[in-house]
């Protein structure tokens, strides 16, 4: 380091002149914003890291801790580099001077793209800015040199801070410039950049350099935007300044104000002040605090639950229905992110109904009723939530605000409850209450139901008041800090009105007697023989109204305000708790809606995505919630909603539960929250306990709910939007296969479990549709299907299209219900990129063992070297032990030139030069000619007939087959499969009508004997038959012409060797093995005949079929030329219906024995 800086004091650094080689880059846009603004430097970017250059500054308050970006600072890293722009300031000029560059200056801000200052920085100089005017130059290390390479800078990513530190990160050039470990590298240390989303509102998104950068070696010409395949990049201010948060005026809440006192104030509802007392008396103490442990064990697991989803991950706005959602996958997460949605703008009717409720027993005690009770809970509702919704569109901050004044009545109200239990007064001794007394306690310990209430009834109605858990996570979006805020509020807030719930259970049940009378002249003058309630004790006799009194715990709901010193603080805490759930439920509601509603998961709902001014708010999701509640405020009925609420509540809880059950089951690596203290089982036993609840609470109403979950997952399943999250049901999905398939290879294989498992050569799986339906149709939910193709061609250019076909191609399959998979190779020619797919094509036990070819239809036309490698192909097949089955449709199979003119249009866009050869570069064609055709060839004119033939062939399979035969020439038992796959047909939907018909060969004189004995062989194997045909005529001599025609067909393949000398004819063989020999031809004369006859008899019996099956004639290899091979195949197979020529690998894959 030390030369370094005494070199660089002596002006320019050796590393100056230097280019750093051309690199393509993703970047192209230029950094456009420089010329604008006047300086030699770029705009100053606001001080957020996420702030793309077109934020204003802020000016050098910000510059020292805010504005420095999350890279080296000059203090750490050894140089800096500064954006020049051309033309734009004198620093610029001299800077020109001094690299000797003389391009003009008015060329505008695309050319200033790749001129960068680089400032070695002396560390000892601390921070201080070593570009400073007046003192810059005087610091020994300041050597500006000039990088011509061809870097550019990506416009919104220029941060900087005040003054005039310039870091400039650029997408993912600044890794060339800023020094790694002490030496200029390409490679990119870790930084928090590179794994964000693109749209994340707490920085850009940085792209690391790619491996190919890396590694592949640098182009020779490099292509117009630096990649190879013409695929664009991102426009660089379109990635980056597409999503500018703003960071000013963004309300974000800490744990306590928006975790903990949401949570507390959600769930101390009504029932703290109206029911507990209440709750007490049926129940006895006992029984109550046993209530409230369970209900809270409830919550207290979902807790912790959703703490652990919280912490794994950075969570979003959308609460509930974000963490189920991500985890568990849109299915649930579209289910309950509705029902939760629904369920919250409910409850805010709910409450206000509760509170209204209250606002009408005051009036009426008063004598000041308006109509009568149940329309004046409708106008005071009306009115009441009309005011919440204004609180809560004028924005977070005040709705904040508001929820701290409603917990400091809350509070207030609970601790004049607790003074008022300490000064019993004479006056409330007639109502039942005497302060705290053993006798009390002891009398009101134990259960006293009464009015057909049980324990669990009793349980439902506390049960709402431990729900509100939610209340912190539901806004999700509006947390500084998601991840620490959600657990520490939820789990502090349960213990806390936990404690507060037991505590006043316990004093009011030491306190207040169950009946009282309120008559004061109750009290008991001599000592009754018969009185043991406690009252007698404490000398009052309430015994007169055993059954129906007016006061007590059991009788009066408005215990804790008698109880209480100051009785109108109980009913501000009544009024505080309902409106501060409903102002709770007001806001979680529409943010749940609203999240759901960006993922579009339900399309009709994506007017409600919009979100308005620097928070985001979603104005019509209050809209839409307020309408709700107004709706259910109008019904007035609690009884009936408080049920339904609830269920939906806990069908919440229950899946919250379930997903991190799941989630630790899948046992993916992404699941590893920062919150440690959780269980899977744990949270498997609060899913199953809060379904438990449901029933308890209201059976109906649980059903209900189960219904519309259902019924929405199956929606949404049905729907599949386009969302991947990475949720624990893929990652599931992966382990049971995983699991499975290692179980499956412990197995050893057994004819009856034999399944055709398809290797199909497609190449471009839409190239041959016809191909892909029929083996489909004999292989779907049966057995293996794999589609290959063999990319040939320059290896780079393969690789790039080899994992861009895979991602499209797979998707292309599964959008076409083709239950298939697509296996792409890069091989040197056909034969080879076959050999690497049979070989390792597969997994396990999973792996194809029958190769289903197309037939070459253009053998004759094209170069012999494909014929011979084509052949070869069955040989390998043969080698590997494979079946081989060969499909032939005298229309052809390759469609893919007709497809080539809508591809076209599509490929024009993408292709950077036109004047390419486009439409499908595929070269594992077995069919046709090459498609690739130049553009000016292809016109739009309609479809010539073969053309429109074709198409049609190449859809029939695809159609309901009718009442026709299958024919099945079964002349060579290659262990079964000739007959297996016909039969695996019928049992296909589409095939089911066709019937099977059998044919055989046989000697004229035992006709009926083969029959029988053929007849005896089917039934046994259990395979229906419609007819079985002898053929005795098989070796017949075929029809003079036929030979002609065949003799004919070879004639150009043969090699004639008696006619030439011995020296040429070998040499001749040998340049081109694929040629007949005469020698050949005569050995197998026998063999050729059966092949021609074979054709007149197909055409005599199976003309009419709706497709043939027939044994594939094998050729021995090294004896038959590939040419001869090809002509048997030729005149066997020629003008007939769709021929299937299948050859098992002899190894038996049917059996009779059960």
């Known amino acids: 380091e030390g030369e370094r800086e005494q070199e660089g004091g002596g002006g320019r650094c050796g590393a100056a002149g230097r280019r750093w080689g051309r690199v393509p880059l993703r970047r192209r846009a230029a950094g456009a914003r420089a010329e604008g603004v006047g300086g030699a430097v770029a705009a100053p970017a606001a001080s957020s890291p996420g702030a ?44 020109r001077k001094a690299s000797g560059e003389g391009s003009a200056a008015g060329k505008g801000s695309e050319e200033a793209k790749g001129r960068f200052r680089v400032n070695f920085v002396d560390p000892s100089a601390g921070d201080e800015s070593p570009g400073e005017p007046g003192g810059g130059s005087s610091e020994g290390g300041n050597v500006s040199f000039q990088n011509g390479g061809d870097t550019v800078m990506s416009e919104g990513s220029l941060h900087s801070g005040g003054h005039h530190h310039h870091y400039y990160y650029d997408t993912h050039t600044n890794t060339y410039y800023l020094r790694t470990f002490g030496h200029n590298t390409m490679d990119a240390v870790p930084r928090i950049d590179y794994y964000r989303h693109t749209a994340a509102d707490l920085g850009e998104k940085l792209i690391r350099p790619s491996l190919a950068e890396l590694h592949d070696e640098l182009d020779k010409e490099p292509f117009e935007d630096g990649y190879a395949n013409g695929d664009e990049g991102t426009p660089a201010g379109e990635a980056t300044a597409s999503y500018t948060p703003d960071s000013k005026g963004v309300v974000k809440f800490g744990w306590i104000k928006g975790v903990l006192v949401r949570c507390m104030l959600n769930i101390w509802g009504v029932m703290l002040f109206i029911r507990l007392s209440w709750i007490v008396g049926q129940a006895g103490i006992g029984l109550s605090v046993v209530v409230i442990g369970m209900a809270t064990v409830v919550t207290t697991i979902t807790g912790l639950s959703t703490s652990a989803i919280a912490t794994n991950g950075f969570v979003r706005g959308g609460g509930a229905y974000y963490l189920i959602s991500r985890s568990l996958g849109p299915e649930f997460g579209g289910a309950i992110g509705l029902i939760f949605a629904f369920a919250n703008a409910v409850a805010v009717a709910m409450y206000v109904v509760g509170f209204a409720e209250t606002v009408v ?103 709402p008041a431990a729900t509100g858990i ?149 104005l019509r999701g209050y809209l839409l919630t307020f309408l709700i509640a107004l709706g259910f405020i109008l019904i007035a009925e609690l009884n009936v909603i408080a049920p339904i609420i609830s269920n939906f509540f806990l069908a919440s809880y229950a899946l919250i539960n379930f997903s991190v059950f799941h989630a630790s089951l899948a046992k993916s690596p992404g699941w590893r929250p920062a919150f440690k203290y959780y269980n899977m089982w744990i949270s498997l036993l609060g899913a199953i306990l809060c379904c438990i609840v449901m029933f308890v609470i209201n059976w109906w109403a649980a059903l209900l709910t189960y219904v519309i979950v259902l019924g929405l997952y199956i929606y949404v399943t049905y729907k599949k939007p386009d969302v991947n999250w990475g949720s624990s049901t893929q990652a599931l999905t992966y382990l049971n296969a995983l699991q499975h398939s290692i179980r499956l290879s412990g197995v050893e294989d057994h004819v009856k479990n034999f399944r055709p498992q398809c290797l199909i050569m497609t190449g471009v799986p839409s190239a041959r549709p016809a191909l892909l339906h029929l083996v489909h149709a004999f292989t779907k939910n049966v057995g293996l299907m794999i589609c290959g193709h063999v990319h040939m061609g320059p290896r ?86 494979y079946g081989v089955v060969v499909i032939r449709l005298k229309e052809g ?108 060969g046989g000697k004229i004189n035992r006709i009926d004997h083969d029959r029988r004995a053929m007849a005896t062989l089917l039934s046994k194997f259990r395979i229906d038959f419609s007819d079985i045909m002898v053929l005795g005529d098989i070796n017949t001599k075929p029809k003079k012409e036929n030979i002609a025609a065949f003799e004919e067909m070879i004639e150009p393949f043969r090699l004639h060797e ?22 050949e031809l005569e050995l197998y004369k026998t063999k050729t005949y059966r092949q021609i006859r074979l054709n007149e008899l197909l055409q005599e019996h199976s003309s009419t079929a709706n497709i043939i099956v027939m044994s594939l004639p094998v050729a021995r290899k090294g004896a038959v030329s590939s040419a001869l091979y090809m002509a048997w195949l030729e005149a066997l197979s020629k003008d007939l219906p769709p021929i299937l020529l299948v050859r098992g690998n002899h190894q038996s894959v049917l059996t009779f024995y059960s």
């Open 52 to 95: 793309a250059a077109g934020g204003g500054a802020k000016d050098g308050a910000g510059g020292g801790a805010l504005g420095r970006p999350l890279g080296p600072t000059p203090s750490q890293s050894r140089f800096q580099v500064d954006l020049v722009a051309e033309g734009a300031g004198r620093p610029a000029e001299e800077l």
């Open 361 to 463: 027993e005051l009036l009426k005690e008063n004598g000041a009723l308006m109509v009568d009770e149940m329309n004046d809970i409708r106008i005071i509702g009306a009115i009441t939530v009309v005011i919440l919704l204004g609180i809560s569109v004028a924005g977070m901050e005040w709705e904040s605000k508001a929820q701290i004044v409603l917990l400091v009545i809350l509070i207030l109200a609970i601790g004049d409850f607790v003074i008022g239990t300490f000064i019993p007064l004479d006056s409330k001794k007639p109502k039942g209450f005497f302060g705290y007394k053993a006798e009390i306690f002891m009398e009101n310990f134990g259960p006293d139901f009464r009015h057909e209430e049980t324990f669990f009834s009793v349980f439902a109605i506390f049960f």
């Open 470 to 618: 939610l209340a912190g996570a539901n806004i999700s979006g509006d947390l500084a800090d998601p991840q620490s805020a959600i657990p520490k509020g939820t789990l502090l807030a349960i213990l806390i009105t936990t404690l507060v719930y037991v505590g006043i259970a316990v004093s009011v049940g030491s306190c207040v007697v169950r009946d009282a009378t309120g008559n004061v002249n109750d009290t008991i003058v001599t000592e009754l023989m018969n009185c043991t309630a406690a009252a007698c004790k404490l000398n009052y006799d309430f015994s007169s109204c055993q059954t129906e009194c007016p006061y007590g715990l059991m009788n009066n709901f408005q215990v804790m305000s008698m109880v209480s010193g100051f009785a109108p603080l109980i009913s501000a805490g009544i009024f505080s708790a309902t409106l501060s759930s409903a102002l709770a439920s007001l806001v979680s509601a529409p943010k749940i809606f609203q999240a759901l509603c960006k993922d579009n998961i339900y399309p009709g709902f994506q007017m409600f995505a919009k979100g308005y001014g620097k928070n985001n708010e979603p």
């Open 796 to 881: 780079r250019q393969a690789m790039k299209e080899l994992s861009a076909d895979l991602a499209k191609y797979q998707r292309w399959l599964i959008k076409n219900k083709m239950k298939a998979f697509y296996a792409p190779v890069h091989a040197e020619d056909l034969r080879d990129g076959g050999q690497y797919l049979m070989q390792a094509a597969g997994l396990g036990r999973m792996r194809p063992n029958t190769l289903v070819v197309g037939f070459k239809k253009n053998w004759r036309q094209s170069d012999m070297r494909d014929v011979e490698t084509y052949i070869n192909l069955f040989h390998d097949a043969f080698d590997i032990q």
């Open 893 to 1000: 199979l390759d469609i893919s030139h007709l497809q080539g003119q809508e591809e076209l249009l599509s490929s024009q866009e993408k292709s950077p030069c036109t004047k390419d050869v486009i439409v499908k570069l595929d070269y594992s064609k077995k069919s046709e000619t090459d498609t690739s055709i130049p553009l000016s060839e292809i016109n739009s004119s309609p479809l010539n007939l073969t053309d429109q033939r074709l198409l049609d062939a190449s859809t029939q399979f695809q159609k309901k087959q009718g009442k026709s035969n299958i024919d099945v020439w079964w002349l060579f038992d290659d262990g079964g499969l000739t007959l297996l796959i016909p039969y695996l047909l019928t049992t296909k939907k589409k095939w089911k009508d066709c019937r099977i018909r059998v044919f055989i």
């Open 1058 to 1079: 008696d006619d030439k000398e011995q020296e040429v004819a070998d040499k001749m063989k040998e340049d081109e093995p694929w040629r007949i020999t005469d020698n």
